[in-house]
């Protein structure tokens, strides 16, 4: 074994926590090791996560609208054909030009990229495998665990990698599934369902809870249930799946609802998605005494200190919401606290967003989470189809909600489902973090004729204001 390499800081996981994290203590002048197993950098959220979803959802609703929205708009397009090995090509590029520019970022910053299996040799080494089997030793005062997750497999129907998947192989079907049977009413669920809907697919949705988007603002989730309904999606809520039988490429499941009623489907693809958990597999984080919660989670304080010195966690391996901007902002955070500065991540103002079509984006307390805590507060709704630029766009699905406190007009949450919700929420995640009230976001001009608009509306019917543009 060659003699070990000295850093300041070795980062094991290369996903948005870890390299962003490298790269935020790398400028503030710390010497950074970068640790991931895989051959391309940007962790889940850059291979198989975020982005290639992302790619799709849009691809997919380009096609959509080609098919049923473009004549509208006075444009006729005939013989509207799927070339799904175009649209995986591209999703791939897609990934592959992000995965660059992470080593581009690295190589900028001076951070040592290095490709292989990390596992605690002793709290400040860690032993680096290869694929071809060499082994390296890095050495640092902090290593931080950004190893990420994995998806949560259902025993009543285990993964088989090509009729029971994951997110990771639906994201690569090779053709269009007749009838995608998709277990988890979540983000992944409903995004990955909307993909193969919008494609040709049936899609059915098996959800233990009785709504979709659980957590979410009980009034938004029911709306895009309603908007996804209509666009051919099949629900069973407060359902689970008690067997799965895979035969002859086709899988047949009973499905059970809580009154104990049973239901037979048959789906050539089945896509679970309930969840996912931390991944520590091979870290050797046990043997060296890191200590976990009951869910697997590697327990942090708030300084993403393990109760090991020296070993510190960020992302979806600790406890919060599995989201790569968590993960970044804690990379963020824990580098600068490493390099004698303050960080910090407002864990009250994590934007949520769901990339169906409209689009889902939350921020803050949800109505019933609002009278859960006994919160007095106000509420404002504007609908997009009185706003003047969706009206144009003709994406008049969809509305914005603001809650504030009805004796501070402070804003406590904003829920938005619609056209580019996702862009949209960021006014008010700002407005928040800046302790606006309602008041200041009705105040602020905005351009005209613009989405925006409807969120400065829905501030302004919080004071029963609003207007029709
Ligand atoms: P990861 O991104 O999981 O990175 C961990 C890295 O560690 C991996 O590259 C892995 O190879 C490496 N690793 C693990 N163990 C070792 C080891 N022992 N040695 C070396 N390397 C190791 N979040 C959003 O915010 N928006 C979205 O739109 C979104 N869409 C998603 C869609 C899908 C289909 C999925 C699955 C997830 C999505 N997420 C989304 C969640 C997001 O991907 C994660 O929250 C995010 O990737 C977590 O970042 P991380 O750095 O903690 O871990
Ligand atoms: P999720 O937690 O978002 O949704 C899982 C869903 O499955 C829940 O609605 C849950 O009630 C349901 N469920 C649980 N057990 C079930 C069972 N036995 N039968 C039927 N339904 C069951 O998880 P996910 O969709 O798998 O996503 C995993 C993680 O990735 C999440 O933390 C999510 O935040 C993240 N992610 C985020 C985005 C985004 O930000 N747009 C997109 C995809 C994934």
């Known amino acids: ?43 889940t959220c850059l291979n198989i996560g975020c982005i290639p979803s992302k790619a799709l959802l849009d691809s997919s609703e380009w096609f959509v609208q080609a098919r049923t ?13 799927l070339d799904l090995a175009a649209m995986m090509a591209r999703k791939e590029a897609v990934v592959k030009g992000l995965a660059q520019g992470i080593a581009g970022l690295f190589k900028k910053n001076n951070i040592t990229s290095v490709q292989g299996h ?26 931080v665990i950004a190893t990420g997750s994995e998806p949560i497999a259902l025993p009543a129907l285990p993964f088989d990698g090509q009729y029971v998947v994951s997110s990771t192989e639906a994201l690569a079907f090779p053709a269009v599934p007749q009838h995608l049977v ?22 059915t949705v098996v959800e233990l809870m009785p709504r979709v988007i659980p957590g979410t603002d009980a009034q938004i989730a029911a709306a895009l249930q309603r908007a996804l309904t209509k666009q051919g999606f099949s629900f069973f809520l407060n359902s689970r799946v008690t067997e799965g039988v895979v035969h002859n490429g086709m899988v047949t499941l009973t ?49 993403y200190r393990t109760n090991v010195p020296g070993v510190y966690a960020i992302g979806d391996v600790i406890a919060g919401p599995m989201l790569a901007h968590k993960a970044e902002e804690e990379g963020v955070a824990l580098a600068e606290r490493l390099a004698g500065r303050a960080g910090h991540v407002n864990y009250d103002l994590i934007p949520n967003v769901v990339y169906t079509w409209p689009e889902v984006a939350t921020v803050g307390l949800s109505e019933e ?86 969120l400065r509306e829905a501030a302004l019917a919080v004071d029963r204001r609003a207007r029709q543009s």
Not at 72 to 78: A, K, Q, T, Y
Not at 118 to 143: I, S
Not at 258 to 286: F, M, S
Not at 435 to 443: C, L, M, V
Request: glycine share 12%.
């Open 1 to 43: 074994m060659p003699e070990a390499q000295r850093f300041d800081v070795v980062m094991i996981g290369a996903g948005p926590g870890g390299y962003v994290g490298a790269i935020r203590a790398a400028q503030l002048g710390l010497r950074v090791a970068c640790v991931d197993k895989a051959p391309s950098l940007g962790g």
């Open 69 to 81: 929205k473009f004549a509208r708009h006075g444009i006729l397009c005939d013989g509207i054909r």
């Open 118 to 143: 990390a596992c605690f040799r002793d709290p400040r080494t860690v032993t680096v495998t290869a694929r071809d089997g060499t082994q390296q030793l890095l050495q640092a005062d902090a290593v």
């Open 182 to 203: 998709v277990v988890g009413g979540g983000a992944i669920g409903l995004e990955l369902g909307s993909v193969w809907l919008r494609l040709g697919a049936k899609v």
């Open 255 to 303: 499905v059970e609802n809580d009154k104990g009623v049973q239901n037979q489907l048959q789906a050539d693809r089945v896509l679970v998605a309930v969840g996912r958990k931390p991944y520590t597999a091979g870290l050797g984080a046990e043997a060296i005494g890191i200590a976990f919660d009951a869910r697997g989670r590697i327990v942090v304080d708030r300084h």
């Open 369 to 454: 989470a609002a009278k859960a805590s006994e919160i007095n507060y106000k509420v404002g709704t504007f609908s997009f189809s009185a706003n003047g630029r969706a009206r144009c766009m003709d994406e008049t699905e969809g509305m914005v909600k603001v809650l504030a406190d009805a004796k501070s007009d402070r804003v406590l949450g904003v829920h938005i489902i619609g056209p580019r919700a996702s862009d949209l929420i960021a006014e008010a995640v700002m407005a928040m973090e800046f302790g606006a009230a309602a008041e200041d976001i009705a105040r602020t001009v905005h351009a005209h004729p613009t989405l925006p608009e409807a």
